[in-house]
């Protein structure tokens, strides 16, 4: 689907160093994800993930650890603790 090819086409342009161009994409999907399958679909919370990641590379660490602790509990609610999304989400 055209998600899920944008959001690899943004992992790309992160590898390659990229990272503005990345994090403009990846907002993108976000926000389409959300529309699409709503804020706490676990696709949609994986992309957020990959946003704060983005955040980060940028150097905006604060907005990137706000994001990733919202991601944080909202997976602990929709997927429990002890899924391996919930775990990776804490171990970052």
Known sequence: NTLATQHNVASSLGNVGRHQEALAMQQDVMEAMRQVLGPRHPGTLTTQNNVA????????????????????????????????????????
């Open 53 to 92: 990641a983005s955040l980060g590379e940028v150097g905006r660490h604060q907005e990137a650890l706000a994001m990733k602790q919202e991601v944080l509990e909202v997976r602990r609610e929709v997927l429990g603790p002890r899924h391996p999304d919930t775990l990776t989400t804490q171990n970052n």
